[in-house]
Structure formats: structure tokens, C-alpha cells
């Protein structure tokens, strides 16, 4: 799934669409202390009101927010897993009878709790629907509306959301005129911040892969591992942070870490080039031959293949790798560079990086920002001064 696909889908879970019909909505309670089930219950979503219907419309959207590769995370399934979970959200997908879902979902469930103990009670909501999406229209003169063909897939979400201890509060009764102490014993359920959850079949472009699954987890760049191999099975994943050190390992190694900010921004430049440049939708990826090309453009001396290919061997012990561009200029045009220094901390793009220099000069170290316009600081317009202070 790209970006695209998911933003769709997500912009269905709204309440009275067309375009998203969920049939049943199951909801296990489990206790923290034992990681046994206390409680399950399984309903029609259309039977629930509908101010409980826009909870869990709004649960479901936040669990598929994020960027991909840094929440989301598109996972191959393992081939040949023990128990395996595609397996299972297949029949269940497939399966007509209610109870005979119910039960694949309780499967699921349990090998969550297998090697998991939760800090918190939690409650894990399913929900089996059909997602459908309007074929494009042949030509503009066509009479014939954009829903009256649509592609229709079946899926199943899970959502994992922890609860919280009920406030104690202190009221004042109108009727008895008196203060009253308030405490209510029931947790809340948190459906504002999913704790993870998954998505199943993945979708790209209209078609659904049941060889895939979309992964939500619950911070950026910190996936459950465990999760993803032990409960859905599913291949080992890297985030948009890991294949940004990677890269940054690899180019530290092949260099000498020797890197000033004119080669850096050149780094930088070219990628973003190709990643403009590229037809496919999802961004493109740089194998170690790729990599040697945007070095050797941005003005690295003495790269060749065998050194590039040594760097991917010794820091991802896998030649064949491919780092997402992505990953690497996440944000070419907003502030997503953060310049260190022990007096000043600076925000700056990278398509403005040329305008920086770390330079030497007196035996000390300088930072030095090129800048059109005067520089203003507290509100005072700074005069020019002489490099190093001179007259």
C-alpha cells in the first residue's frame, strides 16, 4: 500500500458511507493480570448507536494515521509459519458464519497473549466489512456515474486500545444543594490513541493482496517486533530511521566519514532528483549501484562499485539491500534538518543546506549561514561585521 491507498480508505470510516460497509464488531476484554479473556461480545455495527459508531470510526482512522514506514508498515507474510496467521484471517475473511469468525479472531488473540503481558487492561475490537472504491470514469462524456462500478473488497481490522482508571471527582448536587464525592469503578477505554492494530488484506491499487497485511504501530519508529513476527507472522520490517542510518553508515564508511555540507547538499539534491523524476508511485529505491551513482554526481572522489558494495556487506551484511529514498530526504523543502551545536540549536531544509559551511579560522571552528536579507534576532537587525571580528 502506498500513501495514497490508505489515505482512501481511511477517509471511509465515517458513519453512514456508501463506499465502507462493517458488518460485525467484536470486542475482547483483557485483563492485565492474568492476560486471560474476562469478556468478549460480538454485535452488528449497525446496531450500535450511532454516537458509539463515531468512537470507533475515529479509532479506526487514527489507527491507520502516521507515515509509512514510521507507524505504518507494510509486512509479507512468512511463508510456511506454524499457526499461521494469514491462514486464519483468511478463513475468517472467507467465512460466512459469524461464530466461525469470531472464533479465528479469538485465535488471533491468542497468540497475542502467548509472550505478552500488558501493563494495562486492554480491549482488542474487530471488524469484518467491505471497502469498495469507484472505478474512473472511461471519458468525461460518459453518462454513467462514478459509483455505478466500483471495485468491492471484504477486510478485517483489528484495533488494540488500553484503558484507563476512572477520575475520582468531587460534584455538586443541584437538587440536595450538597457536594458529593463522585468515584465510578468501570475503565475507560482509550479509543483516542490505539496502542496497534492491523489491517487485512493490504490494498494497492484496488486490488487486495492477502500476501500482505498493513501493520499500524502504536509510536513512530518503534515497532513491535515480537508482534509482527510471533502474532501476524510477518516478514522482518526496517523503519524510515533505520534506512536512514543505514545510508548514513554506508556513506560514513565509503568516505572516510570526511563529508562537508556542499557534498552533503549534493547528496541530498540528487536524491530528491530522483525521487521527482521516478514513475512509481511508492518512492523509489537506491540498491548499492544507486547509491554509488548519487555519490559519484554529488562530487565524492574515488568511489567505485567494489567500495560501495563492501559498505552495504559490512554495515546491512546484505549487498542486494535497497534503502528507500524516502527514508533518506524525508522532507526536502521544510525544516526536517536539525543543526546541533553546543550554543545553537538550527532548523533548515535540506534544499538549503548549500547556504552552510563549517569552516576554520583562527585555530577555532566556525558555523557560517549564507544569508540574503539582514538577520534579525530579539527583534534587533544585526549590522555586517568583518569575518573573525577584523576592522
Known amino acids: 500500500m502506498n500513501k495514497k491507498d490508505i489515505a482512501h480508505i481511511k477517509r471511509q470510516f465515517k458513519v453512514n458511507n456508501e463506499l465502507l460497509k462493517i458488518n460485525e464488531i467484536f470486542n475482547v476484554y483483557i485483563m492485565k493480570e492474568s492476560s486471560d479473556i474476562y469478556h468478549h461480545q460480538s454485535q452488528y455495527f449497525d446496531m450500535l448507536d450511532q454516537d458509539q459508531q463515531e468512537l470507533f470510526m475515529n479509532n479506526f482512522k487514527k489507527l491507520l494515521g502516521g507515515q509509512m514506514d514510521e507507524k505504518l508498515f507494510e509486512l509479507k507474510f512468512q511463508r510456511e509459519a506454524a499457526n499461521s496467521s494469514q491462514l486464519i484471517l483468511h478463513q475468517g475473511l472467507l467465512s460466512s458464519d459469524v461464530d466461525a469468525w469470531k472464533e479465528n479472531m479469538l485465535q488471533i488473540v491468542e497468540k497475542m497473549l502467548k509472550n505478552k503481558q500488558y501493563e494495562m487492561d486492554v480491549v482488542i475490537t474487530f471488524i469484518r466489512g467491505e471497502y469498495y472504491k469507484p472505478m474512473k470514469r472511461r471519458s468525461e462524456e460518459s453518462e454513467e456515474s462514478d459509483r455505478d462500478t466500483v471495485y468491492s473488497s471484504p477486510f478485517i481490522l483489528c484495533s488494540i486500545n488500553s484503558t484507563q482508571d476512572p477520575k475520582k471527582e468531587l460534584l455538586f448536587d443541584y437538587v440536595e444543594k450538597e457536594f458529593k464525592y463522585n468515584f465510578v469503578v468501570d475503565p475507560i477505554i482509550n479509543l483516542n490513541a490505539p496502542i496497534g492494530g492491523f489491517l487485512f488484506p493490504s490494498f494497492t491499487d484496488n486490488m487486495a493482496d492477502v500476501n500482505y497485511i498493513l501493520y499500524s504501530a502504536a509510536k513512530a519508529n518503534e515497532p513491535d517486533h515480537q508482534f509482527i513476527e510471533d502474532v501476524l507472522n510477518g516478514e522482518e520490517t526496517m523503519t524510515a530511521q533505520d534506512d536512514k542510518i543505514v545510508f548514513e553508515e554506508i556513506v560514513k564508511d565509503v568516505t ?123 527583534g534587533f537587525t544585526m549590522i555586517p561585521e568583518a569575518f573573525g571580528g577584523d576592522e
Open 256 to 378: 572516510g566519514n570526511q563529508l562537508n555540507t556542499s557534498t552533503l547538499s549534493n547528496v541530498y539534491e540528487e536524491i530528491n532528483r530522483v525521487m521527482e523524476e521516478s514513475e512509481e508511485e511508492d518512492a523509489p529505491k537506491l540498491d548499492y549501484k544507486d547509491v554509488e551513482q548519487v555519490l559519484k554526481v554529488s562530487g565524492i572522489k574515488d568511489i567505485d562499485t567494489e567500495k560501495v558494495e563492501s559498505a552495504y556487506q559490512k554495515v546491512i551484511q546484505d549487498e542486494k539491500y535497497e534503502i528507500k529514498a524516502s527514508s533518506i530526504v524525508p522532507k526536502y523543502k521544510s525544516k526536517s534538518i536539525k543543526i546541533d551545536t553546543k550554543v545553537a540549536k538550527i532548523s533548515i531544509s535540506p534544499q538549503d543546506l548549500s547556504y552552510v559551511r563549517q569552516v576554520n579560522f583562527s585555530g577555532k571552528r566556525y558555523l557560517m549561514i549564507e544569508v540574503e536579507e539582514d538577520t534579525i534576532i530579539d
